[in-house]
């Protein structure tokens, strides 16, 4: 059963006060994941439908956190604008220590 709410949904750069800078960890893995990302992905027309799938070897890992970093990082690489992104698949997959994994996709939003 779905819930409504009527409420205006708070960004994050509303929930925190202040600047956030990226820290050398998020400098190093931006660094790493430019260089991982195929230069040969196709970015369909908008609006988007985005897929992740994370694979995280901590069952602890709460499915939200990688989201907005690998949007980012995503955008970055393939210039456009995360605003453009209208649904999303997000998918938490357990994996042994070592196996840890980002899967993505971007189709048009049909």
């Known amino acids: 059963m779905s819930v ?15 600047r956030r800078f990226k820290t050398e960890k998020y400098k190093r893995y931006e660094k790493e994941l430019l260089l ?10 908008p609006p ?3 897929i992740f799938e994370f694979g995280f070897s901590n069952k602890a890992s709460d499915l939200d956190n990688p989201i907005k970093v690998m ?3 995503l955008q970055k690489k393939y210039k456009f ?3 453009d992104i209208y649904k999303a698949e997000i998918t938490k997959k357990i ?3 070592g196996g840890e994994y980002i899967l993505f996709d971007i189709k048009t939003l049909e």
């Open 4 to 18: 409504k709410i009527n409420i205006k949904p708070l960004s994050i750069n509303e929930a925190f006060q202040g």
């Open 95 to 97: 994996v042994k220590k």
């Open 71 to 73: 949007q980012d990082i």
């Open 36 to 45: 991982l990302l195929p230069k040969s992905f196709k970015l369909p027309p």
């Open 48 to 50: 988007y439908y985005i």
């Open 81 to 83: 604008n995360d605003k």
